[in-house]
Nanobody, 123 residues
Framework: QVQLVESGGGLVQAGVSLRLSCAVS????????MGWFRQVPGKEREFVAA????????YYADSVKGRFTISRDNAKNTAYLQMNSLNVEDTAVYYC????????????????WGQGTQVTVSS
């Protein structure tokens, strides 16, 4: 059974940085495309970033491009989301997800999900 556990969320002021982590267990981590999504109440889950199995290809939503960086450490079975210059609009529950398929920007493209971690940015 595959398990994803996110950590690193919290309450921060606008302009600061946070790094989210996603630890994956249960299967060879390097076989997964990894993604990060976020969701606010009343809205659909939104794509944030994705990274290929080797880490060589990365994709970003326009809203976070230049501020967020997705990465992975296949030796540690962990994916990361470095978030810089946070603003109030980044407030959401952040989810990591694993896919056995190639890159996707839709939740339907992912097979496994973490429980989410709350990120709240105050002005």
């Amino acid at each position: 059974q595959v398990q994803l556990v996110e950590s690193g969320g919290g309450l921060v002021q606008a302009g600061v940085s946070l790094r989210l982590s996603c630890a994956v267990s249960g299967r060879t981590f390097s076989t997964y495309t990894m993604g990060w999504f976020r969701q606010v109440p009343g809205k659909e889950r939104e794509f944030v970033a994705a990274i290929s199995r080797s880490g060589g290809i990365r994709y970003y939503a326009d809203s976070v491009k230049g501020r967020f960086t997705i990465s992975r450490d296949n030796a540690k079975n962990t994916a990361y989301l470095q978030m810089n210059s946070l603003n109030v609009e980044d407030t959401a529950v952040y989810y990591c997800a694993a896919s056995t398929k190639d890159y996707s920007e839709t939740p339907m493209g992912y097979d496994y999900w973490g429980q989410g971690t709350q990120v709240t940015v105050s002005s």
